[in-house]
Nanobody
Framework: QVQLVESGGGLVQAGGSLRLSCAASGRTFSSYAMGWFRQALGKEREFVAAIGWRGWSTNYAGSVQGRFTISRDNAKNMVYLQMNSLKSEDTAVYYC??????????????????WGQGTQVTVSS
C-alpha cells in the first residue's frame, strides 16, 4: 500500500515562501513520476507541478512557472515543492500524488493513482 503524507503548509504573507514536503512509502518510489496539485475553496482541483521518475523532466502550470520549483530525493522517498513570491491566489489545499511507473512529468490528473491528504496553504494579502 502506498501512502503519501504532505507537510509544510501554513499561513504566509504575500511575497513570502513556503516549502512543501511529501513523504512516500514504498520501495518503488523512485520508479514513479510525482506531482503536486491544489484545490482552492469552491474550485476544482488543478495541476501545479510534476516531476518525472528520474527527476530529469519537470512541468509547471503557467500560473506558478518561475515561482515554484518541484524536486525529489529518491534516496529519501521525498518530493518537494518550493514556493516563492506567493500570491493570495495560491491559497489552496495542496496535494501530492503518484504518477505512472517510469512516467514523465504529466499534468493529467488521470495519470495519478495515489493521493495524499493534503496540506493547507494560506497566503494573506
Amino acid at each position: 500500500q502506498v501512502q503519501l503524507v504532505e507537510s509544510g503548509g501554513g499561513l504566509v504573507q504575500a511575497g513570502g515562501s513556503l516549502r512543501l514536503s511529501c513523504a512516500a512509502s514504498g520501495r518503488t518510489f523512485s520508479s514513479y513520476a510525482m506531482g503536486w496539485f491544489r484545490q482552492a475553496l469552491g474550485k476544482e482541483r488543478e495541476f501545479v507541478a510534476a516531476i518525472g521518475w528520474r527527476g530529469w523532466s519537470t512541468n509547471y502550470a503557467g500560473s506558478v512557472q518561475g515561482r515554484f520549483t518541484i524536486s525529489r530525493d529518491n534516496a529519501k522517498n521525498m518530493v518537494y515543492l518550493q514556493m516563492n513570491s506567493l500570491k493570495s491566489e495560491d491559497t489552496a489545499v495542496y496535494y501530492c500524488a503518484r504518477g505512472g511507473p517510469f512516467g514523465g512529468a504529466t499534468p493529467s490528473q488521470e495519470q495519478y493513482d495515489y493521493w495524499g491528504q493534503g496540506t493547507q496553504v494560506t497566503v494573506s494579502s
